[in-house]
């Protein structure tokens, strides 16, 4: 059986204020056969009933909404025992609420723009474990990271600190490899992959697997395209 036989169908609860976006992911969604949108929410404040009953592998989450914007949701997600993965679509003018997104924990954060192949890699990364951040958005996503107050995040650390297979680990994290992938791209066992992300962890002083993509871009280890 080959891997794509062994995958499993993701499914998604899409959260949008327009009509369009939803029914334009769900086309999209049955096009493939490798997600299935079983819920779609209007506004935020209509997320947390959803998952709950719906329990869904990954939210799409919309930034800009007119009741409950997107970092509040997710805010509100988060008081969640066990909630999925969030992967944020945004546009270039974001950079306010990816601050909330941030705060809050957000695992992913692409172009709302962006469709195919490269959404359905996104999504699928963030269901494994990783994190995803779009080149076309990293300096946006960057520049909110760096605006943070210092209260709400460690003080940046620089890579020197890190051996040279961190560092590599570091990288594949940045270009959105899962820990299975690394670990066949480095020659290396899940569970040493794991190891060496928790070692990257300390000594960069961050939290979770975004805040560490971001410190890879800082330090220039992805390169980050103009807009």
């Given at each position: ?27 999209l ?31 799409l ?72 951040i ?20 460690p ?41 060496h ?31």
């Amino acid at each position: 059986m080959t891997p794509d036989a062994e995958r499993k169908r993701i499914r998604v609860v899409v959260v949008d204020d327009q009509l369009l976006v939803r029914e334009g992911l769900r086309r999209l969604f049955d096009a493939t056969g490798d997600f299935e949108m079983v819920g779609e929410c209007a506004d935020g404040d209509e997320v947390v009933a959803t998952v709950v009953a719906l329990a869904p592998d990954l939210v799409l989450m919309d930034m800009r909404m007119k009741r409950v914007d997107g970092g509040t949701a997710i805010r509100d997600l988060s008081e969640l025992p066990d909630r999925p993965p969030v992967l944020v679509l945004t546009t270039f003018d974001d950079a306010d609420t990816l601050r909330d997104a941030l705060r809050a924990g957000a695992e992913g954060f692409m172009l709302k723009e962006s469709v195919g192949i490269d959404l359905a890699r996104a999504m699928r990364t963030l269901v494994e474990g990783g994190a995803w951040i779009d080149p076309a958005v990293a300096a946006t996503v960057l520049a909110a990271y760096r605006s943070t107050d210092e209260g709400d995040r460690p003080p940046s650390v620089g890579i020197d600190g890190l051996t040279d297979r961190e560092v590599e680990v570091l990288r594949c994290m940045a270009i959105g490899r899962t820990n299975r992938e690394i670990a066949d791209e480095l020659f290396i066992s899940e569970r040493t992959v794991k190891t060496h992300i928790g070692h990257v962890f300390t000594k960069l002083e961050v939290r979770d697997r975004v805040a560490a993509v971001l410190r890879a871009y800082e330090a220039g280890l992805v390169e980050r395209p103009s807009r």
